[in-house]
């Protein structure tokens, strides 16, 4: 199954990056890993490490809250049990 959690930012652009190990932290939802990144406006897939690192990095730190990356990974986890 396919799993993207989506990043909205003014200098980043607009991606939807590809996760893997979405996970229940205790304290909120999170991924562990991730692939690609398709940017929405043109649809073309990154896959350069550093940007893609770079993506993941502001998605679990600065822009988690922002973001609401903890909810998104939520949907994703109970899409998989489900």
Same mark, same amino acid.
């Given at each position: 199954?396919? &799993?993207?959690?989506?990043?909205?930012?003014?200098?980043?652009? &607009?991606?939807? @990056?590809?996760?893997? #190990?979405?996970?229940? *932290?205790?304290?909120?939802?999170?991924?562990?890993?991730?692939? *690609? %990144? *398709? #940017?929405? @406006? *043109?649809?073309?897939? /990154?896959? #350069?490490?550093?940007?893609?690192?770079? @993506?993941a990095d502001y998605a @679990? #730190?600065?822009?988690?809250?922002? &973001?609401?990356?903890? %909810?998104? /990974? =939520?949907?994703?986890? =109970?899409?998989?049990? %489900?």
């Open positions: 199954m396919q &799993q993207q959690v989506y990043i909205n930012d003014a200098a980043l652009g &607009q991606w939807a @990056l590809q996760v893997y #190990d979405v996970c229940n *932290t205790g304290n909120g939802y999170a991924f562990e890993g991730y692939e *690609t %990144a *398709t #940017d929405l @406006l *043109t649809g073309e897939t /990154c896959t #350069d490490e550093q940007f893609l690192y770079m @993506l @679990l #730190d600065e822009g988690y809250v922002e &973001q609401n990356i903890s %909810a998104q /990974c =939520e949907v994703l986890y =109970e899409n998989y049990f %489900a």
